[in-house]
Antibody
Framework: QLLLQESGPGLVKPSETLSLTCTVSGGSIISSGYYWGWIRQPPGKGLELIGTIYYSGSTYYTPSLKSRVTISVDTSKNQFSLKLSSVTAADTAVYYC?????????????????WGQGILVTVSS | DIVMTQSPDSLAVSLGERATMKCKSSQSVLYSSNNKNSLAWYQQKPGQPPKLLIYWASTRESGVPDRISGSGSGTDFTLTISSLQAEDVAVYYCQQYYSSPVTFGGGTKVEIK
């Protein structure tokens, strides 16, 4: 069974950089059939895609966050990571890592079939 | 971006009764080339991550009970729980993957009446 686990600080100061890592177990991150993504959910609110990465390093970032986001992959550790710079209180959320199915026909990501448990990151001084 | 609008925001249904919720996309998510709708449904219980229920609008994920079904095409979609069980209490989200960025609806909260 595939497992994803987020790790990183639960508290980040305003203007600093949020850094999280997702460790994948029970399967390889080097898979031609999947993207790996970060999704966040502010307390009591809905879901927002931050971005995704393919094991080759190819990335997609949601345009509204693109200027502040970097997603990277470490295939040797079966991990991928998120950095979000210049954070504000509006970035307070539960951050999930998830596996996104890759649709070969349309060469794009589709639905998310495995999710980590999520990590609450609070931006506060 | 495609905007996904879910309704109602919440609904209360008696145990054993039918629960129906809607999801509407701001543009069609139907691939005309293969007649498939790029629409997924998720269930999220308190303190848990979302769980994939349905993809391609009507394909049930493995292990999802057959009382949960998805239907619709183009811009209008429905998730139905045919006989509500206590374990179905959750927030349900739809998601389109027709175009980037993928976007989610605001959710429908299902409670027991």
């Amino acid at each position: 069974q595939l497992l994803l686990q987020e790790s990183g600080p639960g508290l980040v100061k305003p203007s600093e950089t949020l850094s999280l890592t997702c460790t994948v177990s029970g399967g390889s991150i080097i898979s031609s059939g999947y993207y790996w993504g970060w999704i966040r959910q502010p307390p009591g609110k809905g879901l927002e895609l931050i971005g995704t990465i393919y094991y080759s390093g190819s990335t997609y970032y949601t345009p509204s966050l693109k200027s502040r986001v970097t997603i990277s992959v470490d295939t040797s550790k079966n991990q991928f990571s998120l950095k979000l710079s210049s954070v504000t209180a509006a970035d307070t959320a539960v951050y999930y890592c998830a596996r996104q199915d890759y649709d070969k026909y349309y060469d794009s990501g589709s639905y998310f079939d495995f999710w980590g448990q999520g990590i609450l990151v609070t931006v506060s001084s | 971006d495609i905007v996904m609008t879910q309704s109602p925001d919440s609904l209360a249904v008696s145990l054993g009764e039918r629960a129906t919720m809607k999801c509407k996309s701001s543009q069609s998510v139907l691939y005309s080339s293969n007649n498939k709708n790029s629409l997924a449904w998720y269930q999220q219980k308190p303190g848990q991550p979302p769980k994939l229920l349905i993809y391609w609008a009507s394909t049930r994920e493995s292990g999802v009970p057959d009382r949960i079904s998805g239907s619709g095409s183009g811009t209008d979609f429905t998730l139905t729980i045919s006989s509500l069980q206590a374990e179905d209490v959750a927030v349900y989200y739809c998601q389109q993957y027709y175009s980037s960025p993928v976007t989610f609806g605001g959710g429908t909260k299902v409670e027991i009446k």
